[in-house]
């Protein structure tokens, strides 16, 4: 009963500061990376949007979701990033929760205090993309294993609701479900065994429309492989090191959670699930990258959830039973708190491209854009409505001179007759790694003149 009563102004309250604190310097970075395609997606007409996504390298979810929210609210980073930080925000809650019943009210809001100073977080939620909904998703879905272990009415059903929009979400989607087959071979999480693959049955049957997407995706990547590269070892240590703001933190957890994990034989069902919630993804994408290259920071978002719990409940068990005990854990929040820096610019700054180009671009010189992909992000800082009419977008890009490199050997500028013409080089050694366009513009334009931006 005290730990409901604890927890009844102290959830919300942290709800609604992670609510405050994500939604300050939402129009700090500039849209950059995928952003701008997932802004384009969601102003093509409902067909189109039904065909492209029977080709993209995402599921459907997060593209509808910013469809409908993009139709009522200005065209501004800001505003297309509220969802995000909303979806980042209500992590808390589940997070909380679940420290909550493996630690009791003091770890459960660790818990949520670690994932609300995580710089790692607040850069997903400052993101048009779907890696906070994702976030939410699985800890709420995790957070509904234990409400059904504790014979909660109606909880295996949220479960598979949760599990049906997580994997229309995102792909990875599906290896939180299989890490929640782990969890649940767990002694303490017997009682949730067959509601579990109810759920994962309600969810297989839910996914048979979309299954042949999903597999075409798997295969493409398996046999083409992935724009990754096989990880360094010490990315491991990085990867740990991006979840804590700063290496002595990440070092200090780590300590922590080693000697927790000794001192409790890793008995504490807490213990345990935040160990398998953290370690079994961080490792085994690292060791499947060497097949199939997919260790990156954003791909592990499900499992940083997992690193807030286990920390916390290391931290609540560090020192002996006392008034002291509370210590380990205020210490590392305060340094969290104080390696924080939300207002931090990403150093992604696509609109000085476009100002670049601006100044080069006189006597009408033809602009070429490689790979051609990058045209979204382009036009985005240009002119943003340009984004409004996907459809006209190239022409309309085309009429300012501005050109599609879509075939390395077969563009626009091989015929003109300007003094000059400006490459927008970003990253045509991905689509074009024998950088044969650029050898194509040096045999008509042999002087070459570049800048960084």
């Known amino acids: 009963m005290h730990a409901s ?187 949730a065994r067959k509601p579990l693959l109810f759920a994962i049955g309600a969810t297989v049957l839910a996914y048979l429309p979309y299954v042949a997407v999903f597999l075409t995706r798997l295969s493409t990547s398996v046999s083409d492989g992935t724009w990754l590269t096989t990880p360094e070892p010490e990315e491991l240590y990085n990867m740990i090191w991006r979840w804590s703001n700063a290496p002595v933190l ?31 993804p961080l490792v085994g994408m690292f060791l499947v990258s060497f097949s199939v290259p997919m260790f990156l920071d954003r791909y592990l978002v499900y499992a940083a959830p997992g690193f807030c719990l286990l920390s916390a409940i290391a931290l609540s068990t560090f020192l002996p039973e006392g008034r002291f005990r509370w210590i380990p854990a205020a210490v590392v929040v305060a340094g969290m708190a104080i390696t924080f820096a939300p207002w931090k610019d990403t150093g992604l700054h696509p609109s000085r491209v476009v100002q670049q180009v601006q100044k080069w671009q006189e006597a009408d010189r033809p602009v070429l854009i490689a ?44 015929d003109s007759e300007a003094d000059a013409v400006i490459l927008v080089d970003a990253w045509s050694a991905l689509t074009d790694p024998e950088q044969r366009t650029k050898q194509h513009l040096r045999r008509q334009w042999p002087m070459v003149d570049s800048v960084e931006a």
């Open 250 to 280: 990440a070092v200090a957890l780590l300590l922590v959670i080693g000697i927790a994990a000794i001192r409790t034989r890793t008995r504490k069902p807490g213990m345990m699930l935040g160990l398998l919630w953290t370690f079994v």
């Open 5 to 191: 009563r604890s927890s009844r102004w102290l959830l919300p309250a942290l709800v609604v500061a992670n609510l405050v604190l994500k939604l300050l310097w939402l129009g700090r970075t500039e849209l950059a990376h995928d952003e701008p395609f997932t802004v384009l997606a969601a102003h093509v007409d409902w067909e189109v949007l039904k065909v492209l996504l029977w080709t993209e390298n995402n599921p459907p979810l997060h593209f509808i979701l910013t469809k409908l929210w993009s139709a009522l609210v200005p065209l501004d980073e800001a505003w297309l990033r509220v969802p995000s930080a909303i979806f980042s925000a209500l992590v808390v809650w589940p997070l909380f929760r679940l420290g909550t019943a493996f630690g009791g009210v003091r770890t459960g809001a660790t818990a949520a205090l670690l994932f609300t100073f995580s710089n790692y977080h607040y850069g997903f939620a400052h993101e048009v993309r779907a890696y906070a909904l994702f976030t939410l998703l699985a800890t709420a879905g995790v957070w509904q294993l234990w409400r059904i272990n504790e014979g909660r009415r109606g909880a295996a059903l949220l479960l598979a609701l949760l599990n049906i929009a997580m994997v229309f979400n995102h792909f990875f989607g599906w290896l939180m479900v299989g890490l929640q087959l782990l969890f649940v071979l767990l002694p303490n999480f017997r009682a």
């Open 371 to 414: 790979p051609d992909f990058y045209a979204h992000t382009f036009a985005w800082h240009l002119d943003r409505e340009l984004i409004r009419n996907p459809a006209a977008m190239e022409l309309e890009l085309i009429e300012r001179n501005v050109f599609l490199v879509s075939d390395p050997d077969r563009f626009v500028a091989l």
